[in-house]
T-cell receptor, first 112, second 114 residues
Framework: RKEVEQDPGPFNVPEGATVAFNCTYS??????FFWYRQDCRKEPKLLMS???SGNEDGRFTAQLNRASQYISLLIRDSKLSDSATYLC?????????????FGKGTLLTVNP | GAGVSQSPSNKVTEKGKDVELRCDPI?????LYWYRQSLGQGLEFLIY????????KSGLPSDRFSAERTGGSVSTLTIQRTQQEDSAVYLC????????????FGPGTRLLVL
């Protein structure tokens, strides 16, 4: 099982649609979880951290299921500007917890 | 304030040449990371610097790769005797301290080895 696995997509959705991305991770001892966003030919930028209780930031909702080692990101009312690659990111455990493992990303295109 | 800066933004070199990539982290950030992103691949951890501690070099793919961080600030990543498989985007990130602090990425250096 890969350390962090994501559906690569691409996801093509119309403006206003709701879209969900899923991610699984293999290390049950991981403690920190994030979603990053990467625009074409740009650097990754933190979108949101993912907390055990789930968290919401505007149109974005992140969920964590530790038992299933599963993370999700829900985007409501998609905008054209949401088009990007979404990276699921998990930290390693123990003494190497500063190392982040990045999924390969899920490409989203929001169409007018 | 200024973000993480990297130079050069693009580098084309011939196989066998050495290249040096530079990263200037956000002022006051003690943690600095180098990653590599190849086409269609996720970000691959290369090396981590934290303050004056010995760096974690466990992600460096071969002994042709080395990195330094002088004065706890600017870092250089050196690739000796470059190979075509070294072609990738090399990203630098910094954070205020250790993990669970947001990592801020620089724009990257696109390296093409011919």
């Amino acid at each position: 099982r890969k350390e962090v696995e994501q559906d690569p997509g691409p996801f093509n959705v119309p403006e206003g649609a709701t879209v969900a991305f899923n991610c699984t991770y293999s290390n049950s001892a991981s403690q920190s979880f994030f979603w990053y966003r990467q625009d074409c030919r740009k650097e990754p930028k933190l979108l949101m951290s993912v907390y055990s209780s789930g968290n919401e930031d505007g149109r974005f909702t992140a969920q964590l299921n530790r038992a299933s080692q599963y993370i999700s990101l829900l985007i409501r009312d998609s905008k054209l500007s949401d088009s990007a690659t979404y990276l699921c990111v998990v930290n390693r455990s123990g003494g190497s917890n500063y190392k982040l493992t990045f999924g390969k990303g899920t490409l989203l295109t929001v169409n007018p | 304030g200024a973000g993480v800066s990297q130079s050069p933004s693009n580098k084309v070199t011939e196989k066998g040449k050495d290249v040096e990539l530079r990263c200037d982290p956000i002022s006051g950030h003690t943690a600095l990371y180098w990653y590599r992103q190849s086409l269609g691949q996720g970000l691959e951890f290369l090396i981590y610097f934290q303050g004056n501690s010995a760096p974690d070099k466990s992600g460096l793919p071969s002994d042709r790769f080395s990195a330094e961080r002088t004065g706890g600030s600017v870092s250089t990543l050196t690739i000796q005797r470059t190979q075509q498989e070294d072609s990738a985007v090399y990203l630098c990130a910094s954070s205020l301290s250790r993990v669970q602090e947001t990592q801020y990425f620089g724009p990257g250096t696109r390296l093409l080895v011919l």
